[in-house]
T-cell receptor, first 115, second 117 residues
Framework: DGGITQSPKYLFRKEGQNVTLSCEQN?????MYWYRQDPGQGLRLIYY???????QKGDIAEGYSVSREKKESFPLTVTSAQKNPTAFYLC??????????????FGPGTRLTVL | AQSVAQPEDQVNVAEGNPLTVKCTYS??????LFWYVQYPNRGLQFLLK??????LVKGSYGFEAEFNKSQTSFHLKKPSALVSDSALYFC???????????????FGSGTRLQVQP
């Protein structure tokens, strides 16, 4: 988990609330990613960013939003439009560039529960 | 499109025995393949990767994986399992020749490895 921090570790949300999950990295990586993990389903990509001020939707972006104003930070907002947000959220980062066999480094995760 | 299949939800092995965790993939070009391990309520830890070259890749904690292009497989192996190897293992793939806008990995659903003492 070294080099990437996620906060909070546990987060509880009431229905109808927006919440923001923090992700910070000090690895000087250009690329950052958000995944959602549900039991038995592996990791699904929500959003990713290859460079500051740019990001792309992943496979399950509906109900989520992100920003990438700084290289080190890639916060994820879970909006009230996300119908089933209870899950384990993982942030990752990697180098970016041509010939990209670069591995991703993961943070420790945030477990979000909707009350 | 790229995809990964891990056909076994769980693998059980006795400590000291060899272990294999299976992974098959599908990409349109050449694959970049990865194995990660996850302990309970933790993030994923990188084990090893195949980019090009030797089909047998060695990684962390004594794990290795064999790339087989004809069978589109990348099985994870270890000669002698430890109880501490018990965890959730994920295979991941990225198409090296895919859409340049899509750099993210596609992960399999995971295989739970249980090593009995």
């Amino acid at each position: 988990d070294g080099g990437i921090t996620q906060s909070p570790k546990y987060l509880f949300r009431k229905e109808g609330q927006n919440v923001t999950l923090s992700c910070e990295q000090n690895l000087n990586h250009d690329a950052m990613y958000w995944y959602r993990q549900d039991p038995g389903q592996g990791l699904r990509l929500i959003y990713y960013s290859q460079i500051v001020n740019d990001f792309q939707k992943g496979d399950i972006a509906e109900g989520y939003s992100v920003s990438r104003e700084k290289k080190e930070s890639f916060p994820l907002t879970v909006t009230s439009a996300q119908k089933n947000p209870t899950a384990f959220y993982l942030c990752a980062s990697s180098r970016a560039g041509t010939g990209e066999g670069y591995e991703q480094f993961f943070g420790p995760g945030t477990r979000l529960t909707v009350l | 499109a790229q995809s990964v299949a891990q056909p076994e939800d769980q693998v059980n092995v006795a400590e000291g025995n060899p272990l294999t965790v299976k992974c098959t993939y599908s990409v349109s070009g050449n694959p970049y393949l990865f194995w990660y391990v996850q302990y309970p309520n933790r993030g994923l830890q990188f084990l090893l990767k195949y980019i090009t070259g030797d089909n047998l890749v060695k990684g962390s904690y004594g794990f290795e994986a064999e790339f087989n292009k004809s069978q589109t497989s990348f099985h994870l192996k270890k000669p002698s399992a430890l109880v501490s190897d018990s965890a959730l293992y994920f295979c991941a793939v990225r198409d090296s020749g895919g859409d340049t806008g899509r750099r993210a990995l596609t992960f399999g659903s995971g295989t739970r490895l249980q090593v009995q003492p």
